[in-house]
């Protein structure tokens, strides 16, 4: 494990693992570098060195207030910028979004994997009150209660894939232990709207991942971002939804080593 130092001074974890060109992968909410990746890093490792962070607040990283997305993108362009370019980043869910603001400062990626993470305009997938409601089972050590209802009223994810996240007990207490950071993520999320022109000068090429049978909202945001990107493709996982790490990691696996490797 390295500790690499973001702009603000927040120390973030990275390991490294692997042999052969850079892989960065970035987990989302709730995470950390143990928990999203544990199917398929093996199988990457085999073509990559790849490396895995701690997002900030999380795990061996550090925390600095007052949280904001732009944070989180400094702290991938600082790992980024230390692992010595060039480096491919695949960043899944909530970290699909760091991952492809890191990029417009980072100038060391060559390929971004962005899978179902990055809303087209943030405030079309959430109802009202719903991150109050978070909030509340929070404050009320209610945290799996809170953890459950970010997946499945949040996400949309079905009760079969959260049952798949409970069955590691080890991830899944990763995760309680994580649930602090759901509010202020969903925060950030729902007030974000993806501008075009704010990428134009971004040249990596991006694969943006889409489960067959997520939410119609999740390839809708997908088409409209990669048609605002250069040289992007969009790519549609048949059967699969949120987690295909998990649910189809062969699939997974070559679907991005396809990408990463053409």
């Not at 990763?174 to 950071?181: A, G, M």
Request: proline fraction near 5%; glycine fraction near 8%.
């Amino acid at each position: 494990m390295d500790l690499i130092t973001s702009p603000d001074g927040t120390p973030i974890a990275v390991w490294r693992s692997g042999e052969g060109s850079r892989l960065l992968l970035v987990h989302g909410a709730t995470a950390d570098h143990s928990t999203t990746w544990r199917f398929v890093q093996p199988e990457f490792e085999r073509r990559f060195t790849v490396y895995t962070m701690d997002r900030r607040g999380r795990g061996r990283s550090g925390d600095t207030l007052p949280y904001d997305l732009r944070r989180e993108a400094e702290d991938i362009a600082a790992v980024v910028d230390a692992i010595g370019a060039p480096v491919d980043v695949l960043g899944h869910s909530y970290g699909a979004l760091c991952a492809l603001e890191a990029a417009l400062l980072a100038s060391g990626v060559r390929r971004l994997v962005l899978y179902e993470g990055v809303p087209l305009r943030g405030e079309d997938g959430f109802r009202p009150g719903i991150i109050d409601h978070l909030d509340e089972l929070i404050a009320a050590g209610k945290v799996e209660e809170a953890l459950v209802a970010m997946y499945r009223d949040l996400v949309e994810m079905s009760s079969g894939e959260i049952d798949i996240m409970k069955s590691n007990a080890d991830a899944w207490a990763v995760r309680l232990r994580n649930v602090q950071t759901m509010p202020r993520e969903a925060r950030v999320e729902q007030s974000y709207r993806f501008t075009p022109e704010r990428f134009v000068d971004m040249k990596a090429p991006a694969l943006l991942l889409v489960g067959g049978d997520s939410p119609q909202r999740e390839l809708e945001n997908a088409q409209a971002v990669a048609a605002g990107l250069h040289n992007s493709t969009v790519v549609v996982l048949p059967g699969q939804q949120h987690v295909a790490m998990y649910t189809a990691p062969e699939l997974f696996v070559r679907v991005v080593e396809d990408f990463l490797t053409a």
